[in-house]
């Protein structure tokens, strides 16, 4: 029985048509089209790129990610379960901050294994090349948390003391593993992405909210270790989860890797073949980009800190921000599509794709400005997530301000793509540190000023750096765009 099932879901998947229907109340019925999969090789860029393929492509990418974002809170439930919340809440969000310090760089491993495996050899040398990479981020790691220099920083810049103290250390300690699960999740992104088998992504990731839903409610009973290290590994089991399935995944409905990437390149335009100095000159930008974007906040955080009301301020921006990118939250991966989809720029595909864009940014933009400037977003934010009603009445005027910030990230995520689709990440990096200059003049200047409502500091700088990114990324593009005709 089980093997017939086996074959009927390998043939399924292999159809030119596949369909993957979730259902969440409502995770939407997800097709993707496997024509390389399957060995043909037609050239996709000569067909007629639709509305419909991108969706059908974007969609379990975009899904996924809201997923991922709106359940972040699963986790302090758990840590609610505990003997001591507040200690181990206190804890794991400390330890986790600090341990992205160092898993960041493999966040970019998505992106690097979608714009740059793009055959057998090339497979293998960005294989290659992550694996070396998580041996240096686990090393340093595993270094800086046995060596006590986390304890050092959780002490004298944290100033944390006692149980908390001790239990970032043990969870810390657990986080030494961490990249691994993040390497082999992100990895495998980027080869779903890269084969277009996106809905695999949405299944791995609704299996991991019930296994973390499972944890969460027998986490008080693993009597076996310290709730410390159970808070560290419910984090880490659960991104291992996910890892583990799109492994499986990938075996069952794509077979061995490197042959299906090598069956898959017969239909994909030739490309130079890769050296070890081209991954990292194509990498080094993503790794500043993503640094620099964990800077935001802080800025942001230090200007509303400024204002004549720092603690609504702060408060009524953080319960904002964090509703607004859960609505926000399929803008985060769109530079997929124009990654996977532009082919060799030509015009009428581009068009295609900027219309995709437009309606992906409009709906955020419709969806965000309907829950503030109705009772929505203010019922979220009271009943749901139990702001007090001062601070969520000032949360919704950041969401009315912000309802067209959505529009401004699709944007700068079309050309972003597009950037990574030529190989010009460096330019990626220029923008991320003009936006966060940009940010930092603007949170500086409107902190000095009385504002009625303070926390829209925060909203108005992201839509000030956001556009003036988005420009500079434009202006790139059709320059570079226009000296290739």
Not at 112 to 126: E, M, W
Request: proline share 4%; charged share 10%; glycine share 6%.
């Amino acid at each position: 029985m089980c093997s017939r099932i086996r074959c009927f879901l390998w043939r399924t998947v292999h159809r030119p048509r596949v369909v993957f229907i979730f259902s969440l109340e409502g995770l939407v019925a997800i097709s993707a089209s496997s024509q390389a999969l399957a060995g043909e090789e037609t050239n996709p860029e000569e067909q007629q790129l639709t509305i419909r393929a991108l969706l059908v492509f974007y969609a379990p990418i975009a899904f996924s990610f809201f997923l991922a974002i709106s359940t972040h809170s699963l986790f302090n439930a758990g840590l609610a379960r505990l003997s001591q919340p507040e200690v181990y809440i206190s804890a794991f969000a400390v330890a986790r901050s600090l341990m992205h310090v160092f898993e960041s760089p493999m966040i970019m491993i998505t992106q690097t294994v979608a714009a740059l495996a793009d055959g057998p050899g090339n497979y293998r040398k960005v294989r290659t090349f992550t694996l070396g990479l998580l041996a240096v981020i686990v090393g340093l790691l595993a270094f800086f948390t046995m060596g006590g220099l986390a304890n050092a920083v959780f002490v004298h810049v944290m100033d944390l003391r006692g149980d908390t103290l001790a239990a970032a250390n043990i969870i810390m300690r657990v986080f030494i593993a961490f990249p691994c699960a993040s390497a082999v999740k992100f990895f495998m992104q980027g080869i779903m992405i890269r084969l277009q088998v996106t809905p695999l992504l949405s299944a791995a990731t609704i299996i991991r909210i019930g296994y973390v839903v499972l944890f969460i409610l027998n986490i008080d009973r693993l009597t076996m270790i310290s709730e410390a290290a159970a808070a560290g590994l419910m984090f880490f089991t659960a991104l291992a989860m996910e890892g583990l399935l799109l492994l499986i995944g990938a075996r069952l409905f794509i077979g061995r890797l490197p042959e299906a990437v090598e069956k898959a390149s017969k239909s994909w335009p030739a490309s130079p073949r890769l050296t070890y100095p081209m991954i990292i000159s194509f990498f080094s930008p993503l790794i500043l980009t993503s640094i620099i974007r964990t800077l935001a906040m802080p800025v942001i955080n230090t200007g509303l800190a400024r204002t004549p009301s720092p603690e609504l301020a702060l408060s009524a921006y953080a319960v904002a921000w964090g509703l607004a990118m859960i609505i926000m939250s399929p803008s985060i991966m769109f530079h997929q599509v124009s990654l996977s989809f532009a082919g060799r720029l030509q015009p009428e595909r581009l068009r295609t794709i900027k219309l995709f864009a437009l309606l992906v940014g409009l709906a955020m933009s419709f969806t965000m400005a309907v829950l503030a400037f109705s009772d929505g977003a203010y019922f979220i934010l009271t009943r749901l997530i139990g702001a007090s009603s001062l601070i969520s009445q000032m949360a919704v005027e950041v969401l009315k301000v912000g309802s067209i910030l959505p529009l401004l990230m699709i944007g700068r995520e079309f050309y972003w793509g597009i950037l990574a689709k030529q190989r010009l990440t460096k330019y990626l990096g220029i923008s991320k540190v003009i936006s966060v200059v940009m940010l930092t003049v603007t949170v500086g200047l409107l902190s000095l000023l009385d504002l009625p409502n303070p926390a829209v500091i925060g909203i108005l700088a992201m839509m000030v750096s956001e556009a003036v990114e988005f420009t500079f990324l434009y202006v790139v593009t059709h320059r570079n765009t226009a000296r290739s005709v």
